[in-house]
């Protein structure tokens, strides 16, 4: 009996308030699905159904399934780089999604590894191409509305970007909706006919350093360049194999390529085999993996920059093969210059020259730039592509 008295009040509040607040601004928002055509996506290689939604992947799963590493294999979900694009008057931009958490290493381990996995994973907006502001959301593993624009003001039609979290702990990114206030205007943006520029690395292509999107050197890069930043970066690989070589040189979306690789070998170790690898040895693969890409595009632009300041040298440490990150530089820079004397079009960044012996540029792992190593890397990137991108 206490029950039906229970129904009888709620639906009474019902009719005087009509309904519950949440389900109030249900009602009052119309709900865009992934593959709207007015939706333009970057970065986005493919789609794959996911947790009830669409997951944006960087590489698609029939040229994943073709690479032997499975670390690389996880970053590829990750949502680094992937951004969208639309115009609307919209006063309220929502997005319903999934930030799946993808936990790494036990935490108890490292208090390092805890924090970053328990770090917000950021959106960040523009409009009519400048920067607004970093959205977080919420570190859970169930669905999730995250309120990307709430502007209080009148309505007013713009271009918007959003880019998406990009790191792979807690940040895999899977859509279900986009929210826009009902009656408002949707349309697709311009076209945006800058060129792009593909950026191949580890960790820090990948972003790891900062926590917002529009933040890593690659987003930066192409901000002052005036590009289209494709991010083809994979956190704890970046081993230059030919499989990943074949899968740049088969894509026909970019008209330049960064490739930064080779922090992850100086360890002595070849990340694929798992056998050593001398700085000679890296040498001959770095040249191998240009040799497959030159094959398939033999004038696009190719900048390939040698690793930052790491750690290792800081403190002194040999790797197994009695070798130092320098030994490593040198044979990326001596496979360039060998090149450069036929290919007028590769190009070769100095990496110590954009961070190297301030360690403050530095998070505390002394091995991935901050903010003020990223937007180092992004000037010196960005000082290289802008004469070649203007040609």
Same mark, same amino acid.
């Given at each position: 009996?206490?029950?039906? &008295?229970?129904?009888? !009040? ?9 309904? *519950? ?21 970057? $970065? ?41 694009? #639309? /115009? ?6 929502? #997005? ?5 958490? %993808? ?13 970053? #996995? ?23 593993? @169930? ?5 990307? !624009? ?11 970007? %959003?880019?998406?979290? #990009? ?31 593909? =950026? ?17 050197? %690659? &987003? ?18 970046? &081993? ?23 922090? $992850?070998?100086? +360890? ?11 700085? @000679? ?15 398939? &595009? ?19 440490? /040999? ?34 020259? !954009?961070? +190297? ?11 991935? *730039? $901050?903010? =003020?190593?990223? /937007?180092?890397?992004?000037?010196? %990137? @960005?000082?290289? !592509? ?6």
């Amino acid at each position: 009996m206490q029950r039906n &008295w229970i129904a009888v !009040l709620f639906v009474g509040v019902l009719a005087v308030t009509g309904m *519950p607040r949440w389900a109030r601004a249900q009602s009052d928002m119309q709900w865009l699905s992934v593959d709207d055509a007015r939706l333009q996506w970057v $970065n986005a290689m493919a789609w794959e159904a996911r947790a009830g939604g669409l997951q944006a992947v960087r590489v698609p799963k029939a040229q994943r399934d073709q690479w032997s590493q499975d670390n690389e294999k996880k970053r590829a979900m990750s949502g680094a780089g992937v951004s969208v694009r #639309f /115009r609307t008057d919209s006063r309220r931009i929502v #997005f319903r999604t999934t930030l799946l958490e %993808v936990e790494t290493v036990p935490l108890a381990t490292n208090p390092e590894d805890a924090w970053e #996995f328990n770090r917000p994973p950021y959106f960040s907006l523009y409009r009519e191409g400048r920067y607004v502001a970093a959205i977080p959301g919420k570190i859970q593993g @169930a669905q999730q509305e995250v309120v990307i !624009l709430n502007d209080r003001g009148p309505a007013r039609e713009a271009e918007y970007q %959003v880019l998406f979290p #990009f790191y792979y702990r807690n940040a895999e990114t899977v859509m279900h909706a986009i929210g826009l206030d009902a009656g408002a205007k949707i349309a697709a943006a311009a076209p945006d006919k800058r060129p792009r520029v593909l =950026f191949y690395g580890d960790s820090i292509t990948h972003g790891h350093g900062v926590t917002a999107p529009h933040e890593t050197y %690659v &987003w930066q890069a192409c901000e002052r360049a005036g590009c289209v930043s494709l991010n083809f970066g994979f956190g704890g690989t970046g &081993w230059g194999e030919r499989i990943v070589a074949e899968t740049i040189a088969a894509r026909a979306d970019w008209d330049a390529l960064v490739i930064a690789i080779g922090t $992850n070998s100086f +360890g002595g170790i070849d990340g694929a085999s798992r056998q050593k690898e001398t700085a @000679a040895q890296y040498g001959d693969k770095y040249r191998a993996f240009l040799d497959v890409i030159r094959a398939r &595009w033999p004038g696009k632009p190719i900048i390939s920059m040698t690793p930052i300041l790491n750690r290792v040298e800081i403190l002194d440490i /040999r790797n197994p093969n009695g070798e130092m990150p320098q030994d490593y530089r040198n044979a990326i820079e001596r496979v360039v210059r060998e090149r450069q004397a036929g290919d007028k079009n590769i190009y070769l960044v100095d990496g110590l020259k !954009l961070v +190297g012996d301030q360690q403050d540029m530095l998070v505390t792992d002394l091995v991935h *730039p $901050n903010d =003020f190593g990223m /937007r180092s890397m992004a000037v010196g %990137v @960005a000082s290289v !592509l802008r004469p070649l991108l203007a040609r």
